[in-house]
């Protein structure tokens, strides 16, 4: 679908090169409007009567070209798809340096992107911010610039605003003067950067505050009455900084790091260099009523982004196509960072989890994408902000840094960024660095890794005294168009039994080596290489012997890579689904918060897959009887001095025996959130999210009324999401209709829109309703989202669905409906949709004789 030649180059012209901008923005905060001024230094390379840059949504009032006191008038032509504005000189202007002149305007709008306007409130009266995103392409909508990644300038800015207002920007503040309303504020000069990360908020604001140890100013900002939950971004901003200097053995360049909260935000954050803009949820901690999980996700947050100031910002990709440079890589040290900071929190299990088998799973399918992808038009770009770029990114650096090491991984990564600071560079460049470091052939390991879409699949045969080992790109059907004779490079560790492990470098398609008889072997050790595999019969039960013996000898990532590729298997056909059911019993005794999390997260993707067949209710008796156990160990309450892991443990058994229709999990459920309503306790934030969906579950208009009342009145942006989760949980269609009536009003966030339509499509009583009304409001979702971070993601969730006549409708639905940065999820959709059909149809007999006689 996606059309490449009509796409094709959007670049600038090379020949005029911007080194410094002067800016000045003054946002009218009541309009919704803004007027700006600007002078681009540039260096010409060739005379030229037109100069072409970026401008979308902007009038252009004046333009000017200044070479000393000489002049030139300008007049502006528009190009509205490449998102140009074109300055036609009346005579040539000449070779060498000069500067553009431009006074301008535009509107502050209500669409997450350029400079926006977010709504808070201030002393019981609505106000409203104005505040910048403008990753990957929309700093053009705030002012004509020349927005590419490798066009760096120094900003000199300044913001105009109301004196009350606090005025953000990268930099700190050098001059302030008041002019009757207004005030000026004038900015140092930034470091030299990328057009995407500049940043100008205009609001009410409070602040906290403290120096690093090497005396960078951290402050975090929050609308007025939220600093108290501000203390744990700062004092974990302020760790995260010092780690990085340390390991990247390169100061944080700027004086000050702001972090600062944002009532309404498309990405969960954005690492604008020394100004970073959060959502609320993404770096906001209320000492009493925040969650474990909650207190967790914005330490992964803050060390991302703040990862980014040196892997991103120092040193940027030259264009997006390597993307993955920034965003994989700010995901890997994301784990390193929090590991070092708050080693107690087992980081790299959760790692696992998270990014190398969410990105399994996205990878698999025939309509994923290499790391490295062609991308031109801004829509083609924020297509590709996925879990490859991130997940497997982040993913095949941690494959490539077990296997030269962490020490020479450290030290080629420091002489990149040494080399690179305040420029551009390419995926070559890393792995020159890094070979350089290790004396491995990192660039041709890691080629396919990149380059290619998809992933082996590692078929094990015992021969004889030989352990076989294949190689074959992993689908997750059997479609015979999925074809693909890549071969991978593959470091591959083997544990045979309680014999150390030995690593392998796979380079054909097979791959001989002597073993060991009748002990089990565990391929990928920790699940550090970015693979599935494949046991065979007998392996497979040695494994689930060694699993659900008293002590088994495999560490965490092991128990659940297992179970994770035997699900994978069966959904793609190369495993019965009743061996994978099977081998789930072999977990009763499981302990580990992240193996539990895969096991729960497969148990409800197939009961999303039989929901409304006639195997449904025994297959919750199977998934209630598994989980009981754990269920009961558990327990309701917090131990003293239990692993930080077993909150995450408690809230996922404990929501997912309750979906599974547990009596006793959801009699408890009811009786605590009875006591909370009269008054009388309250339901601990990290079961909290949990209790308020089950109750949900099973409730109806009586409850409905409760939890929207608290939804209204509650202030955390946190429990409003848990509330916002429960009130889409209700089974009534009614409740679930008017839920996405209050999520499309006018008064709803942005944000929360996706939310709800998301929830709604998750929750298997809604998925028809999710879709009628993302169909009906189709036009209002094009106009607010299109092109935007958050659009694609409205479609996504319709890889819930499980029949043909699903994936049709969608299919169709999207043919009489074209538009841009949604053709790839539309199709991974479809494909998602058609392989749970096929698996169905596949092994419904199996499923339904194992549940007769397991
Ligand atoms: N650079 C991104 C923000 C972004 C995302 C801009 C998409 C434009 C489009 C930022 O560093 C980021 O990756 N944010 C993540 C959170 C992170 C912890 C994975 C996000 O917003 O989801
Ligand atoms: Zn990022």
């Excluded at 025939?366 to 590709?384: F, K, R, Y």
């Excluded at 997750?476 to 168009?481: C, G, S, W």
């Excluded at 580990?592 to 067949?613: I, N």
Aim: include cysteine; glycine fraction near 6%; aromatic fraction near 10%.
């Amino acid at each position: 679908m996606a059309n490449k030649k009509k796409n094709a180059s959007v670049r600038l012209s090379p020949h005029v090169k911007p080194t410094k901008y002067v800016v000045a923005m003054k946002p009218d905060l009541d309009a919704f409007t803004f007027t700006g001024s600007e002078e681009v230094h540039v260096t010409v390379g060739r005379g030229m009567k037109a100069v072409t840059l970026h401008s979308a949504e902007i009038e252009i009032l004046s333009a000017k070209y200044r070479v000393g006191k000489k002049v030139f008038d300008g007049t502006v032509s528009y190009n509205d798809h490449e998102e140009t504005a074109t300055l036609l000189f009346s005579k040539s202007i000449p070779k060498g340096r000069g500067i553009i002149e431009l006074e301008f305007a535009g509107i502050l709008n209500d669409k997450m992107r350029g400079f926006y306007r977010s709504r808070y409130k201030h002393e019981g009266k609505e106000f409203h911010m104005g505040v910048t995103q403008f990753e990957s392409t929309d700093a053009r909508r705030a002012f004509p610039c020349f927005d590419e990644p490798a066009h760096k300038a120094i900003f000199e800015v300044s913001l105009i605003v109301p004196k009350d207002r606090t005025a953000i920007s990268n930099t700190l503040e050098t001059a302030v003067t008041e002019h009757g309303e207004y005030k000026v504020v004038k900015f140092a000069p930034s470091p030299k950067m990328s057009s995407y990360l500049l940043a100008f908020i205009v609001g009410h604001f409070e602040h906290i505050q403290k120096k690093t140890k090497s005396g960078t100013l951290v402050r975090v900002f929050t609308t007025p009455g939220k600093k108290h939950q501000a203390t744990f971004a700062l004092e974990c901003a302020a760790k995260c900084i010092e780690f990085y200097e340390k390991y990247f053995g390169i100061k944080y360049p700027l004086p000050v790091m702001d972090l600062i909260a944002i009532p309404d935000f498309a990405a969960g954050a954005m690492e604008n260099w020394g100004a970073v803009t959060y959502r609320e949820t993404a770096v906001l901690v209320d000492p009493e009523h925040s969650s474990t999980q909650n207190r967790q996700r914005v330490a992964l947050v803050i060390a991302h982004e703040l990862a980014h100031q040196w892997f991103g910002n120092l040193v940027t990709m030259e264009w997006w196509t390597h993307l993955w440079l920034n965003e994989g890589f700010a995901t890997y040290m994301e784990y390193v960072a929090i590991d070092a900071v708050y080693p107690k929190w087992n980081i790299w299990a959760h790692f696992v989890s998270a990014e190398h088998s969410r990105a399994l799973a996205l990878d698999a399918l025939l309509n994923t994408h290499a790391i490295e992808i062609d991308v031109n038009h801004p829509a083609e770009i924020s297509e590709i902000f996925d879990a490859v770029s991130y997940s497997k990114g982040a993913s095949v650096i941690r494959m490539l840094a077990g296997y030269i090491g962490e020490s020479a991984f450290k030290k080629g990564l420091r002489a990149y960024l040494q080399k690179h600071s305040y420029g551009n560079a390419l995926t070559e460049d890393l792995w020159k660095a890094l070979q350089k470091a290790s004396k491995k052939p990192v660039a041709t390991i890691m080629r396919n890794w990149t380059r290619k879409p998809g992933y082996p699949l590692i078929t094990l045969e015992e021969k004889s005294g030989f352990l076989e080992l294949s190689q074959r790109r992993f689908f997750p059907n059997r479609n015979p168009e999925n074809k693909d004779v890549t071969t991978w490079m593959v470091p591959l560790s083997l544990k045979e039994g309680d014999r150390t492990k030995r690593t392998l470098l796979l380079k054909s398609k097979k791959t001989r080596v002597r073993v060991k008889k009748n002990v089990y072997i565990k391929a990928n050790t920790d699940e550090t290489t970015f693979v599935r595999i494949k046991y065979s019969a007998h392996q497979l039960r040695l494994l689930g012997e060694e699993i659900a013996g008293k002590k088994p000898a495999l560490s965490e990532p092991d128990r659940f890579g297992i179970i994770r590729d035997a699900f994978a298997l069966a959904k793609s056909g190369l495993l019965g689904t009743d061996e994978a059911l099977l081998l789930a019993k072999s977990y009763q005794n499981e302990t580990s918060y992240v193996v539990w999390s895969e096991l729960a997260g497969q148990l409800l993707t197939l009961r999303s897959l039989l929901f409304g067949t006639p195997l449904a209710e025994a297959y919750s008796a199977y998934a209630r009887e598994l989980l009981a156990p754990a269920v009961k160990k558990i327990g309701w309450h917090k131990k003293k001095g239990e692993p930080e892991d077993d909150a995450f443990l408690r809230a996922t058994l404990l929501h997912t025996a309750g979906l599974f229709g547990d009596k006793e999990v959801l009699t408890t459920a009811q009786n605590l959130f009875q006591k909370e309503v009269r008054g009388k306790g309250n339901i601990h934030a990290d079961i909290r999210g949990g209790v308020l969906s089950l109750v949900a579950q099973n409730g109806s208009k009586k409850e409905f009324e409760i939890l929207k009342q608290m939804y209204d009145d509650s202030s955390l942006e946190e429990e409003k999401d848990r509330l916002l989760r429960a009130l889409c949980s209700f089974t009534d269609k009614k409740i679930l209709t008017q839920m996405l009536d209050v999520a499309f009003s006018k008064d709803a966030r942005g944000q929360d829109t996706l939310k709800a339509v998301t929830f709604v499509w998750m929750n298997p009583h809604g998925r028809t309703i999710a879709w009628e009304y993302v169909q009906a409001k189709w036009e209002y979702i094009v106009e607010r989202y299109g092109g935007g971070h958050l659009f694609s993601r409205f479609l996504s969730p319709a890889s819930n669905f499980t029949t043909l006549d699903e994936a049709n409708a969608v299919l169709h639905f999207f043919k009489r409906h074209p538009a841009e940065g949604i053709n790839r999820t539309v199709l991974q959709s479809v494909e998602q949709i058609r392989s749970h059909a096929a698996w169905l149809a596949r092994d419904k007999e199996k499923i339904h004789t194992f549940l007769k006689n397991y």
